[in-house]
């Protein structure tokens, strides 16, 4: 009998829950991971909120709707065929049409892009806007293939995804490995595809449909929610030293906020290592690291060589005495040893710009110390909530400008906050972020899907 049907002794609902799941999902640790950092909160409040747990919602919630793979051929520069692997998990489109980015790396399997669609759902169900989840992408890496290669992926990547969404079924947009490059691609051959203009990916050109601030949205959010963390304790980010990892579109405008609020962001990585530049990035400095990054498709290694600073071979940022972390590159990139290295370093808040960052282990600790700490489904929604507003200009065929997007981005984090202050709050000093983002983002979707009935 599956365990949501027992209604006597709920008390090791959690375990009983994984193993379930676990034996459903064999060998998918990362999905694994992501449904228990939600299931740790909203299981317990099931109990106490019967019609949910009677009618399996979370249960339901574990399987997506549907997941397509497929075959990507290519041919690359010398002219021999290449074979990727493409996939488009639609978790649940409950609360709005399947949305979520597309990552091209190549540690990208089913495990992956299964979690990163279920947080996607609870994610944009907390930005307020009418999103459901989904995520999809290849096991191809674009880092070291040349622009017409890329192009050329793109091209058969979409030839076979294009029948699967479209602007109310499914939006996709970027993710690591796929920015403004590999959104125009994809993009263009939707459009002959299917030949309509329509707002079916966001990340799209100024140009052609795009929309202001969705490039800084996920930075810019990251560093509003730590603003607010830090207000509501009666603090500011003005004056703190802070770290950041990655160098990518998060990282990058992560650390351009945080120049612009006043903290000294002191470090920024790649998968190689990270530079540690003790005066601070500035802004000079990071339109270089811009350059680099976008345009040169360099390493973060040339930093410490341009500015004469530390580099860290193969190393995470984590050892630097710091304030606030922001870790901007990629999951699990944070673990219990460097949770307690944080710490003990005088770490006060982390504010996840990049999807699960920090292992199970690595919350525990940072909550166990009453840290600020908020998870990436609320931290980094500004991204995918720009991306609904970027929906919504390309519906009603306007434009709105950069000032009104960047107020509607600010407020959506501020009532994102107030969400996870409602849901979360455990005592007068104290609110546990995780549990209210994951609670209020269950919340809306589960009385959808009871709404709906049984399916
Ligand atoms: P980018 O591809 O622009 O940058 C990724 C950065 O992370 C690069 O510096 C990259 O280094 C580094 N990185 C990637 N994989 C690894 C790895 N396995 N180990 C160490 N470093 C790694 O991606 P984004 O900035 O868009 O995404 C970063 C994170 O933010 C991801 O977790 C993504 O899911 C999340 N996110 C992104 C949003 C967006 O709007 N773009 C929205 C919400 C979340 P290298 O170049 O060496 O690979
Ligand atoms: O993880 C994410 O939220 C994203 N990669 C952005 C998704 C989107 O649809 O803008």
Same mark, same amino acid.
């Given at each position: 009998?599956?365990?949501?049907?027992?209604?006597?002794?709920?008390?090791?609902?959690?375990?009983?829950?994984?193993?379930?799941?676990?034996?459903?999902?064999?060998?998918?640790?990362?999905?694994?991971?992501?449904?228990?950092?939600?299931?740790?909160?909203?299981?317990?409040?099931?109990?106490?909120?019967?019609?949910?747990?009677?009618?399996?919602?979370?249960?339901?919630?574990?399987?997506?709707?549907?997941?397509?793979?497929?075959?990507?051929?290519?041919?690359?520069?010398?002219?021999?065929?290449?074979?990727?692997?493409?996939?488009?998990?639609?978790?649940?489109?409950?609360?709005?049409?399947?949305?979520?980015?597309?990552?091209?790396?190549?540690?990208?399997?089913?495990?992956?892009?299964?979690? &990163? *669609?279920?947080?996607?759902?609870?994610?944009?169900?907390? $930005?307020? !806007?009418?999103? %459901?989840? +989904?995520?999809?992408?290849?096991?191809?890496?674009?880092?070291?293939?040349?622009?017409?290669?890329?192009?050329?992926?793109?091209?058969?990547?979409?030839?076979?995804?294009?029948?699967?969404?479209?602007?109310?079924?499914?939006?996709?947009?970027?993710?690591?490995?796929?920015?403004?490059?590999?959104?125009?691609?994809?993009?263009?051959?939707?459009?002959?595809?299917?030949?309509?203009?329509?707002?079916?990916?966001?990340?799209?050109?100024?140009?052609?449909?795009?929309?202001?601030?969705?490039?800084?949205?996920?930075?810019?959010?990251?560093?509003?929610?730590?603003?607010?963390? &830090? *207000?509501?304790?009666?603090?500011?980010?003005?004056?703190? $030293?802070? !770290?950041?990892? %990655?160098? +990518?579109?998060?990282?990058?405008?992560?650390?351009?906020?945080?120049?612009?609020?006043?903290?000294?962001?002191?470090?920024?990585?790649?998968?190689?290592?990270?530079?540690?530049?003790?005066?601070?990035?500035?802004?000079?400095?990071?339109?270089?690291?811009?350059?680099?990054?976008?345009?040169?498709?360099?390493?973060?290694?040339?930093?410490?060589?341009?500015?004469?600073?530390?580099?860290?071979?193969?190393?995470?940022?984590?050892?630097?005495?710091?304030?606030?972390?922001?870790?901007?590159?990629?999951?699990?990139?944070?673990?219990?040893?460097?949770?307690?290295?944080?710490?003990?370093?005088?770490?006060?808040?982390?504010?996840?710009?990049?999807?699960?960052?920090?292992?199970?282990?690595?919350?525990?600790?940072?909550?166990?110390?009453?840290?600020?700490?908020?998870?990436?489904?609320?931290?980094?929604?500004?991204?995918?909530?720009?991306?609904?507003?970027?929906?919504?200009?390309?519906?009603?065929?306007?434009?709105?400008?950069?000032?009104?997007?960047?107020?509607?981005?600010?407020?959506?984090?501020?009532?994102?906050?107030?969400?996870?202050?409602?849901?979360?709050?455990?005592?007068?000093?104290?609110?546990?972020?995780?549990?209210?983002?994951?609670?209020?983002?269950?919340?809306?979707?589960?009385?959808?899907?009871?709404?709906?009935?049984?399916?």
């Amino acid at each position: 009998m599956a365990i949501w049907h027992t209604k006597t002794d709920q008390s090791d609902l959690v375990p009983r829950f994984m193993n379930w799941l676990e034996q459903r999902n064999p060998g998918e640790i990362e999905f694994h991971q992501a449904v228990y950092e939600v299931g740790i909160n909203v299981l317990p409040f099931l109990r106490e909120h019967t019609e949910y747990m009677e009618a399996a919602i979370f249960g339901r919630l574990t399987e997506p709707d549907r997941i397509v793979s497929f075959r990507v051929v290519w041919e690359d520069d010398t002219g021999k065929i290449q074979i990727n692997r493409g996939y488009r998990v639609q978790h649940c489109n409950a609360i709005g049409p399947y949305k979520g980015g597309i990552r091209f790396h190549p540690t990208v399997n089913q495990s992956i892009l299964k979690f &990163l *669609a279920f947080e996607q759902t609870f994610k944009n169900s907390l $930005t307020g !806007l009418p999103m %459901g989840g +989904g995520k999809g992408g290849a096991d191809f890496d674009p880092k070291d293939k040349s622009d017409a290669e890329v192009m050329r992926f793109c091209q058969s990547f979409m030839t076979e995804l294009y029948r699967h969404i479209g602007p109310d079924t499914d939006v996709p947009a970027g993710d690591i490995g796929v920015g403004a490059r590999e959104v125009s691609y994809l993009f263009g051959q939707y459009k002959r595809l299917a030949n309509q203009f329509t707002g079916v990916m966001t990340g799209k050109g100024l140009s052609f449909g795009g929309s202001e601030i969705r490039v800084e949205a996920t930075g810019y959010g990251a560093v509003y929610m730590m603003e607010d963390m &830090l *207000a509501a304790r009666g603090d500011s980010i003005e004056g703190k $030293t802070a !770290l950041v990892s %990655g160098s +990518g579109n998060v990282a990058q405008y992560a650390v351009d906020k945080l120049i612009e609020l006043g903290a000294k962001p002191v470090t920024m990585s790649d998968s190689s290592g990270f530079v540690y530049d003790p005066d601070g990035i500035d802004c000079d400095k990071l339109e270089w690291v811009r350059e680099l990054k976008d345009d040169r498709r360099g390493r973060i290694k040339e930093y410490a060589d341009e500015f004469g600073c530390e580099y860290h071979a193969g190393q995470r940022p984590w050892g630097v005495p710091c304030d606030i972390v922001l870790p901007c590159a990629t999951q699990n990139e944070l673990n219990l040893t460097e949770a307690q290295t944080l710490l003990r370093n005088g770490c006060i808040g982390v504010s996840e710009g990049a999807n699960m960052p920090s292992e199970q282990e690595a919350i525990d600790t940072f909550q166990k110390a009453k840290i600020l700490f908020a998870p990436s489904k609320a931290a980094n929604a500004g991204g995918v909530a720009v991306s609904g507003l970027e929906m919504t200009q390309n519906s009603i065929r306007m434009s709105w400008s950069r000032d009104e997007l960047n107020r509607q981005l600010r407020d959506i984090m501020a009532d994102i906050h107030a969400r996870c202050e409602t849901y979360g709050r455990v005592s007068d000093d104290y609110v546990d972020y995780l549990k209210g983002a994951n609670v209020a983002g269950f919340v809306k979707v589960a009385d959808a899907m009871l709404a709906y009935g049984v399916m």
